[in-house]
């Protein structure tokens, strides 16, 4: 079966940087996604990878390793605003993408 | 502005009424996505639809029926059928199936 993992909740600190990994098993590989989801709210897209390797994209930088089905979204100098819940999904041979059930951030002063 | 809008926000029915959720967008994407979310899950997938006027079946599409006669719009209707419809509906578009999508705002379907 197909299957992502993501642990269920973080808490971290203003101003600090919190990692959030994902692992999976899927049939196929078109690539792994990373989105942000407020409470309540849409689910908005943060990043994309396809090759192994680290994407920088401002305070946010997102990992991947095709070989060990795994990658990690890395958050540098948290801010309040950062509080969600972050998705990972995975895209699968028939382009379909896989969620995992998301990982809540918590952010404290 | 480009994007998706999806309405109402918050929708309440009684047991055994079908209710119709709608889904718009104006970003000239070909694809589209019924996904539903409940607490603790993941999204799953309830149908897609990469052209008009042709649609498929997610991994969760009992008691759901779509359409799509018009490329900006892909209304979902939960039936009678659907055993356990209260959730948080979410519509997608993307322009390549390979693309990120794009989300509307979601509706909130409480029956009661």
């Known amino acids: 079966g197909q299957n992502i993992d993501q642990p269920t909740e973080m808490t971290a600190t203003e101003g600090a940087i919190v990692q959030i990994n994902c692992t999976y098993q899927t049939s196929g590989f078109n690539g792994l996604f990373w989105y942000q989801q407020h409470a309540g709210e849409a689910p908005t897209f943060l990043s994309y990878n396809v090759l192994d390797g680290l994407e920088e994209k401002g305070r946010f930088s997102s990992f991947l390793s095709r070989s060990k089905g795994y990658s990690y979204l890395l958050l540098k100098e948290l801010q309040m605003k950062d509080s969600a819940s972050y998705l990972c999904a995975v895209m699968d041979s028939n382009y379909q993408l896989i969620w995992g059930a998301g990982t809540k951030l918590i952010i404290k002063p | 502005d480009g994007g998706i809008t999806q309405s109402p926000k918050y929708l309440f029915r009684k047991e055994g009424q079908n209710v119709t959720l709608s889904c718009e967008q104006n970003l000239n994407h070909d694809a589209m996505y019924w996904y539903r979310q409940d607490p603790g899950q993941g999204l799953r997938l309830i149908y897609y639809?990469?052209?008009?006027?042709?649609?498929q079946k997610g991994d969760i599409a009992e008691g759901y029926s779509v359409s799509r006669e018009k490329k900006e719009s892909f209304p979902l209707t939960v039936t009678s059928a659907q055993k356990n419809p209260t959730a948080f509906y979410l519509c997608?578009?993307?322009?390549?199936?390979?693309?990120?999508?794009?989300f509307g705002p979601g509706t909130r379907l409480t029956v009661l």
């Open positions: 639809s990469q052209i008009v006027n042709d649609f």
């Open positions: 997608a578009s993307t322009q390549r199936e390979f693309n990120e999508q794009f």
